[in-house]
């Protein structure tokens, strides 16, 4: 896989006050142009040169797709596998915030001392927080664990941001440029940044080569997307996911309780919503580790529910459970009866995350 740069060197813009010149009448009608003159400004007057900073942004979310675009207008990205992050710098401090608009800077400390010594006044970076394994592939589990699990108050010491969009920089909203334009800044502004905040590298192939070599690494799979489109919150199709595996969010429903497995879970019981509430869609048994399966049961024995919460199930053996906890589950496709074929558990889901859960079509 060959990942490169594109480096070339953009002007950043001072949030000042733009500075004016002026005009002076001469014999035979012409004009000298004078120094810069700063015009005079009050304190507690707004500078109309600047764009207000927002407080939040809405983020762009990826489309899934089954195969990867191809052509001159789509660049491609690793799909990294973490929490969606968005980066805050002001005069008022630094904040790191969660899709779902949480603040969680002291979560992340290690990514918050990275971004507070980058050379810029104000600025907006886009995100995705990660833990890498001994392979160097971003491990949705490690960040969990990282965490303290879901609902856990750990600092993730050992998280890194990739950033790969930049929406405000020194006064300046970005996101009407194109997404080559932001790039190119936000190159310019991490400056190859290699420790706790990096470039989530544009990699130089065609869609289908790079996916195969995501995928024999891998990987998670690959992002796509439009070169010269602005940044636009939403699925609108600007951002393509392509994965190697599926992965989705799944309700909790029950688990089968076992006495000779790590953490005494046999296996947990999954729904998706349907035209008609909450569908059974199968089960998982894989990906546990005795950590996360002792502290699973413990959480799913404080919410039991005396009756499936979901239709299209019967089972005995079957602790039930208010369907309150949100898993992360990889699977390899669907059963004819709509069924996750080879689950493998990721992890919990934190409701700061903002994850949607699975909608049955």
């Avoid at 602005?230 to 688990?255: A, N």
């Avoid at 569908?279 to 950590?291: C, N, Q, W």
Wanted: aromatic share 8%.
């Amino acid at each position: 896989m060959t990942l490169s740069h594109r480096l070339c060197c953009v002007p950043v813009v001072s949030s000042m006050a733009r500075p004016r010149r002026v005009l002076k009448a001469m014999p035979a009608g012409e004009a000298l142009r004078s120094a810069l003159v700063e015009a005079p400004r009050a304190a507690n007057e707004p500078d109309l040169f600047v764009d207000p900073m927002p407080a939040r942004i809405e983020p762009c979310l990826a489309l899934l797709e089954p195969k990867a675009p191809e052509g001159p207008d789509w660049l491609y990205e690793v799909k990294w596998d973490g929490y969606r992050l968005a980066v805050h710098r002001d005069d008022r401090g630094l904040r790191i915030l969660t899709r779902g608009g949480f603040d969680w800077t002291d979560r992340f400390p290690s990514i918050a001392a990275a971004a507070a010594d980058l050379e810029a006044s104000s600025f907006i970076i886009d995100g995705e927080a990660v833990v890498l394994d001994g392979a160097g592939r971003a491990d949705f589990g490690m960040l969990q664990q990282a965490l303290g699990g879901r609902g856990g108050k750990l600092p993730a010491e050992r998280a890194m941001l990739y950033a790969f969009d930049l929406l405000y920089l020194n006064g300046l909203d970005l996101r009407r440029m194109t997404l080559v334009e932001r790039r190119q800044m936000l190159e310019d502004l991490l400056d190859d940044e290699n420790g706790f905040l990096r470039l989530s590298e544009e990699v130089e192939a065609s869609g289908a080569e790079f996916l195969a070599s995501a995928c024999r690494f891998g990987l998670e799979g690959i992002i796509a997307k439009r070169r010269d489109a602005p940044y636009r919150p939403g699925r609108g199709g600007d951002w393509l996911k392509i994965k190697c595996v599926q992965s989705d969010t799944f309700l909790i429903i029950g688990y089968e309780s076992s006495s000779v497995v790590l953490g005494g879970i046999g296996s947990l019981l999954l729904a998706a919503h349907g035209n008609y509430g909450l569908a059974y869609v199968g089960s998982v048994g894989t990906g546990f580790t005795l950590a996360s399966a002792t502290a699973l049961r413990k959480q799913l024995d404080r919410i039991r529910a005396a009756s499936p919460p979901a239709r299209g199930i019967s089972k005995k053996g079957v602790v039930w459970v208010k369907p309150k906890l949100a898993a992360e589950i990889a699977y390899r496709g669907w059963t004819h009866d709509d069924k996750l074929r080879h689950a493998s558990f990721k992890g919990l889901r934190e409701r700061a995350d903002e994850a949607k859960v699975y909608r049955l079509i």
